[in-house]
């Protein structure tokens, strides 16, 4: 994985299998993103972003189903 600290929170090695799932492309993404892309502000936002959208999509996969949306 990158050096750049924000991709701490795009691993998923830790997570159970059923999140590993939903976690894992949005990691494989990040490191597309960090490889292609000129280190920048913009890149950053990026990257923030699609951590909100991987945490997002994670806390879906454990809602309780029936719960307020």
Do not use: Y
């Not at 993103?33 to 991987?54: C, D, F, M, Q």
């Amino acid at each position: 994985m990158s050096t750049n600290p924000i991709m701490q929170f795009f691993d998923w090695a830790h997570l159970p299998p059923h999140l590993q799932e939903v976690s894992k492309p949005f990691a494989a993404l990040a490191e597309t993103i960090v490889g292609t892309l000129p280190p920048n502000a913009e890149r950053s936002v990026a990257l923030r972003k699609l951590l909100e959208a991987k945490d997002a999509a994670v806390r879906a996969k454990v809602a309780v189903p029936g719960a307020a949306a």
